[in-house]
């Protein structure tokens, strides 16, 4: 009698438990009917249970049952056999919301075909795993693996926590032909990306400047290139914060017009021993001296350029004068060697470099804010790089997005960027 009734029991028993579909697959509310195997696939088919059906809006449990759906869900294979659940989705009308909606479901979400377990074990294969190898692994599109990544980016980086920021970077990257950028904003103090905007005018920080405004965070320094737009920009909605000119963006400015000036000279030159002499100098003229390299007889053939025209000369070493202004010992003495520079500039006579000493006078108050916040666009500039080399190695990104948030995302990378 008692192994009759052991037999009865295990025969009418499902075989598979409930605790398999929770601690497996996160499910609960749900009975095992029964499973297929369809293709080298395997449908597990399960009833919901009556009583957990409720108001996805209210969440009340009286509720008028209006007719079932069948949906399949994709989960977690096992081993290489892809894995489907089969159930049956109440559609339910709230008496107190006057609404027909579809019962929530505690396993996936409503307008997709996958499970949220699915959706984590692709997140975690993520982490060291292209798109496209995830997808091949688990037989996928490439397409439904991206529109997972994005989701889970969207949700947590889409907006940044403003509120701690201090001290702050902005740059412009190109990144595709045709001169379109993106505007970056980067948080000095903790190295993450907090704002992409499109183009590099100061329309591209609009959307910036009113969630900062909503934050409440209390700036004190913005370090930024010459540029007039940006410079408007953050006077505009940040009067209070010090403006710092980057030196590097400084230097550059300053190597272009020495290029340009070792152009004219050329041009000028009748003699073509000369020529010849000074011919290949560029970028001799823009190294710094201890960057000379001696097996290439580099220094002798800068001198040789130099003893050539003395307007070239005096640019050279004003070249290197300017680069002093950023290692003195304090404000004052950076402010004197501004002013010598500025003297040595307009006495020399040369228009281009008239010119430049205008320039360093009228933002003198951004190039002197550095030694009370000795800060750069060197960090964002290194971002910058990556953010290039992200692009670079993901043949370009078709969604701008998508390529938005993995900017965001970008300091969380451990691994060789993907895409």
Excluded at 46 to 64: A, E, F, H, S, Y
Excluded at 86 to 97: A, F, K, L, P
Excluded at 131 to 160: C, G, T, Y
Aim: glycine letters at 6%.
């Amino acid at each position: 009698g008692y192994k009759q009734v052991a037999t009865n029991n295990l025969l009418r028993r499902p075989n598979m438990s409930t605790s398999i579909l929770y601690h497996g697959w996160g499910m609960i509310g749900y009975n095992y009917q029964t499973t297929r195997y369809e293709a080298g696939s395997m449908v597990f088919v399960l009833q919901p249970k009556k009583k957990n059906v409720c108001c996805p809006n209210c969440g009340r449990l009286d509720v008028i049952f209006r007719g079932t759906k069948t949906r399949q869900f994709r989960t977690l294979p096992i081993g290489k056999k892809r894995v489907f659940i089969e159930t049956d989705v109440q559609r339910v009308e709230c008496i107190v919301c006057d609404l027909v909606r579809q019962s929530p479901l505690n396993f996936a979400d409503p307008k997709v075909t996958y499970t949220r377990q699915l959706e984590w074990y692709i997140l975690d294969l993520l982490g060291s795993m292209t798109i496209q190898d995830v997808a091949l692994h688990l037989q996928m599109s490439w397409d439904s693996i991206k529109e997972i990544l994005k989701r889970d980016l969207r949700k947590r980086f889409s907006r940044p926590k403003l509120r701690h920021m201090k001290r702050l970077a902005i740059d412009e990257i190109a990144i595709f032909k045709g001169h379109r950028y993106l505007t970056v904003v980067m948080d000095l103090d903790s190295g993450c990306v907090v704002f992409v905007g499109d183009g590099k005018g100061a329309d591209a920080l609009d959307p910036f400047w009113v969630r900062l405004a909503r934050s409440g965070a209390k700036i004190e320094a913005i370090a930024i290139d010459m540029s007039p737009a940006y410079i408007e920009a953050v006077t505009t909605n940040l009067p209070h914060a010090a403006i710092v000119f980057d030196h590097f963006h400084v230097v550059k400015m300053f190597n272009e017009k020495l290029s340009v000036l070792r152009r004219e000279i050329f041009r000028e030159l009748a003699d073509d021993a000369q020529k010849a002499v000074l011919k290949g100098t560029r970028w001799l003229l823009l190294k710094n001296p201890e960057n000379l390299e001696p097996d290439k007889n580099e220094k002798e053939r800068l001198d040789a350029a130099l003893s050539i025209n003395r307007p070239l000369s005096i640019a050279y070493y004003l070249k290197e004068d300017l680069r002093q202004i950023w290692s003195q010992k304090n404000e004052a003495k950076a402010g004197k060697c501004i002013d010598a520079w500025i003297g040595k500039a307009n006495a020399s006579e040369i228009p281009i470099l008239e010119k430049f000493a205008k320039t360093l006078e009228n933002h003198r108050y951004g190039i002197l804010a550095y030694y009370r916040h000795p800060i750069s666009t060197g960090p964002l500039e290194g971002m910058n790089n990556k953010i290039k080399t992200m692009k670079r190695q993901a043949y370009g990104f078709r969604d701008t997005e998508f390529f938005k948030l993995r900017i965001l995302a970008i300091h969380e990378a451990k691994h060789v960027f993907v895409g």
